[in-house]
């Protein structure tokens, strides 16, 4: 489809009105989609793949005042329709009623950041041609104001053909007339004169002819975007500053979370001790005590530390930090094979591999996509966090390093954190130098402007996150505690349940133990990096169930049974527990990554091949770490 | 740099310093990689200016049509800009 004439023709072939209208959004990307798309359906959305295609979208309802509903659709961020990449030809086709199992839209938002119209006004010219109903939706117009630009809406509409409106979707003004729009009657753009949409200079003279019709008047440059670049790209306050906020991040962690986690496990505590007093001394009492309590609220009372970590990464993302920090960052991912390009998604490792591992597919580069891939379960993921956490708090002492500023259980996470990222870099190294050679792929980053990061918004990652966690501890982490404690309590002696060595779980632990010996890890701990398999922090609930087991037989009441901390200091030696964090550092104990990097490279090939490397890095780096410490090395 | 005698002299984007600024000639780079380039805001005869960079000078950002992009000096290097008064 090359002009508007071509579309003319696809147009009225497919109008196939069902009774809920689903409503595309389109936009480059900072254009503020997302912002826009959270403030129309709020909690009523959800995180969905197209069916074939890796392409992560959301999709939400929204109400309307009538009552009616529509499904409103977000499509990835795109500056064209020419499919280049995976993003564009998706949104190409989603809008040409050509992607498998979803049907056409009905209509759609396009979303365009009207401080920067000129260049945004391009991608009108293929979304118009699409001949489906449009309403072009200027965002940030609060910024355009105050910035002395201006842009005449009706005049606008004329041109286009089809209805504006401006709005600032961070601040919630202007939202109405979306909302009007989508409650009304859709009408198909009137057909306007466009231009050939292969030819980028062509579609620029367009928008700029458009725009000066509709009397844009551009706005002054960003002064506080400029400023804030002078210090956070500054050659030494610049680094300087990326340094200092990480730092913040894993002190924080620690601090400010800790009240938190202290008054969660508290909740968890002493909920357990009052089921355990008022409920009748039966086995399915113990189980729940044991088993839920013990497995699944071990893990639960990690959640405030993951969301203070979320909320941090959230800010960087939003504010527009990440794509300075990409900047910085991408000489030294260059010197390893990879670009800045590849950063994005590491750092959103952080968070977890699963969405990193999607997000690599804005790396053009095939080999350097798959590179990225396989190092971004190194890079320390959230489900990390409480095992790190349990571990150092277990066996490091809290006391200052860098004065009040840094303190060493802080400075322990810093540098596991440091020794995840070295992994991925000698891995990517590696990677590069060898079988995923190839030419270098050009860098090309927009920076966009500082933006506030919006409560809403924010606020919604924080929610999302914090279902997923939950989820998770509802069923993967449930189900593996309730079947370890039934493992644990069979086969039945006398009709009673056997002391743990001798159960079917402590049978499996001790069996693997010679093997893990040599790591300082006992039986118990062997169980645990069993279930870990499943996703890693089910090591905290294995080992809750087991301790509470164990406490359970030693004391005779549920309620006493031994802190995991206090648990975990009798059963390793300090050279075993840094051996432990050496194994999760290194490990790929997580079956969701393995299951997305399957699907994201088309086969088990990479999978196996990461998994195997992943876990023999884990079990002869703790295999060094512990015999240097039998050693009397460190 | 002695660019600032010949300012009709054609050099490249790389040879920019931060602050000056040029008039974009051409994209001597394959056809693919110039349209997304010229989708971030690289059209032939749009201003391009040199802002900040990452510490070491490269990647550098590039002002050009109401954006900023940051570019490798070895990409840079593939734009030719005509100085501008």
């Known amino acids: ?634 | 740099m002695q660019l600032s005698v010949d300012k009709r002299r054609w050099v490249t984007l790389a040879d920019l310093l931060e602050g000056q600024q040029g008039v974009l000639d051409c994209l001597e780079l394959p056809e693919d990689l110039a349209r997304r380039l010229m989708e971030l805001g690289f059209v032939p005869g749009h201003v391009v200016a040199a802002a900040k960079s990452a510490p070491g000078g490269d990647p550098r950002v590039f002002r050009v049509d109401g954006s900023e992009v940051a570019l490798r000096r070895e990409t840079a290097r593939c734009l030719r800009v005509r100085l501008a008064e």
């Open chain 1, 1 to 634: 489809m090359s002009d508007c004439h071509g579309s003319a023709v696809e147009l009225a072939q497919v109008r196939p009105s069902g009774t809920r209208k689903t409503v595309a959004i389109v936009g480059p990307p900072n254009a503020g989609k997302s912002t826009l798309f959270n403030l129309l359906t709020g909690l009523r959305q959800k995180v969905a793949n197209f069916p074939g295609v890796t392409v992560e979208h959301r999709v939400g309802s929204m109400k309307l005042r009538d009552g009616r509903e529509v499904d409103l659709l977000d499509l990835p961020g795109v500056y064209s329709l020419e499919p280049r990449s995976e993003d564009e030809r998706i949104t190409r086709d989603a809008l040409l009623g050509k992607l498998p199992g979803v049907s056409r839209p009905d209509a759609v938002l396009l979303i365009l950041d009207s401080t920067n119209l000129g260049r945004h006004l391009m991608l009108a010219a293929p979304v118009l041609s699409a001949g489906i109903p449009t309403l072009v939706v200027l965002n940030m117009a609060d910024d355009l104001e105050k910035r002395g630009g201006s842009v005449d809406a009706e005049a606008l509409a004329n041109q286009l053909g089809a209805p504006v409106a401006l709005i600032s979707a961070a601040k919630n003004e202007g939202v109405d007339a979306v909302r009007n729009y989508l409650s009304g009657q859709f009408a198909v753009p009137k057909p306007v004169e466009l231009p050939v949409l292969q030819d980028v200079p062509k579609c620029r003279q367009w928008s700029a002819k458009v725009g000066n019709q509709a009397r844009y008047q551009p706005p002054a440059p960003p002064v506080w975007t400029r400023r804030l670049d002078s210090v956070f790209l500054h050659p030494i306050a610049g680094p300087a500053i990326f340094f200092f906020v990480a730092v913040l991040v894993f002190q924080t962690i620690f601090t400010v979370a800790q009240p938190l986690m202290d008054a969660t496990e508290r909740g968890v505590s002493t909920s357990a001790a009052w089921i355990g007093e008022t409920m009748p001394e039966t086995w399915w009492r113990d189980l729940l005590v044991e088993g839920v309590w013990g497995g699944v609220g071990s893990v639960v009372v990690f959640l405030p530390q993951i969301l203070i970590l979320f909320l941090f990464i959230g800010i960087l993302e939003d504010s527009g930090y990440l794509a300075r920090a990409a900047l910085i960052a991408d000489r030294t991912m260059a010197r390893i094979g990879l670009q800045g390009k590849s950063f994005i998604p590491l750092l959103s490792a952080y968070a977890c591999a699963v969405p990193a591992i999607m997000a690599t597919r804005t790396i053009e580069n095939a080999r350097d996509r798959i590179a990225t891939i396989l190092i971004a379960p190194f890079m320390t993921c959230s489900a990390r966090l409480p095992v790190y956490t349990l571990i150092i708090a277990a066996f490091i002492p809290e006391r200052p390093v860098l004065g009040s500023f840094l303190g060493s259980r802080a400075a322990a996470m810093l540098g596991l954190y440091v020794l995840g990222f070295l992994a991925a870099l000698v891995t990517a190294r590696l990677l590069k130098s060898s079988i995923l050679k190839s030419d270098r792929m050009p860098f090309m980053l927009e920076m966009p402007p500082y933006r506030w990061p919006t409560v809403r918004s924010l606020g919604l990652r924080l929610y999302d996150r914090a279902m997923a966690f939950l989820k998770r501890a509802g069923t993967v982490i449930l189900a593996v505690s309730i079947g370890l404690w039934v493992l644990a309590h069979l086969p039945l002696k006398d009709g009673r349940p056997p002391k743990i060595e001798d159960s079917l779980a402590g049978t499996f632990g001790r069996t693997v133990e010679p093997l893990i010996e040599p790591l300082g890890f006992n039986w118990k701990i062997g169980i645990g990096l069993l279930t870990s398999l499943a996703a890693r922090e089910v090591i905290i609930g294995t080992l809750g169930t087991i301790y509470g087991i164990e406490g359970a037989g030693e004391e005779g009441s549920p309620e006493q049974s031994v802190g995991l901390q206090q648990a975990l200091q009798r059963d390793l030696t300090p050279g075993a527990a840094v051996a432990l964090l050496i194994f999760f550092a290194f490990a790929m104990q997580c079956l969701s990554t393995l299951a997305v990097v399957r699907r994201e490279t088309g086969g088990w090939k990479w999978p196996a091949a990461q998994f195997a490397y992943m876990t023999v890095l884990a079990y002869f780096g703790a295999l060094v770490v512990n015999q240097a410490a039998i050693r009397g090395l460190f």
